[in-house]
Nanobody
Framework: VQLVESGGGLAQAGDSLRLSCAAS????????MGWFRQAPGKEREFAGV????????WYADSVKGRFTISRDNAKNTVYLQMSGLQPEDTAVYYC??????????????????WGQGTQVTVSS
């Protein structure tokens, strides 16, 4: 699975942005898809994940209620809708994919496929 993110950029506090992740490969429909982020000087952290059928999502407490993950299996694309952005959301956002049982969804090592990342910068 190859993953290509898009949609990052500059935003002001309170703004919304939508990230997209286009996946290639026939395994997209059977893959759980998620997003991690890494702020400057910090470790990569889990943001959210959606299961292969798209009917279940899980989020980090830091983004719950503000971020929404969705997927369009017909387009091999997963989205991260971000609203109420805050400066602390500034990070490189990575799209991730995993086949089969993930184990802990919070651990980066449990995702075999990663995109190149897209920068999101939020100013106050």
């Amino acid at each position: 699975v190859q993953l290509v993110e898009s949609g990052g950029g500059l935003a002001q506090a309170g703004d919304s942005l939508r990230l997209s992740c286009a996946a290639s490969g026939r395994t997209f429909m059977t893959s759980s898809m998620g997003w991690f982020r890494q702020a400057p000087g910090k470790e990569r952290e889990f943001a959210g994940v959606i299961n292969s059928s798209g009917d279940s999502t899980w989020y980090a407490d830091s983004v719950k209620g503000r971020f929404t993950i969705s997927r369009d299996n017909a387009k091999n694309t997963v989205y991260l809708q971000m609203s109420g952005l805050q400066p602390e959301d500034t990070a490189v956002y990575y799209c991730v994919a995993a086949q089969g049982r993930i184990g802990s969804i919070y651990l980066a090592r449990n995702y075999a496929y990663w995109g190149q990342g897209t920068q999101v910068t939020v100013s106050s």
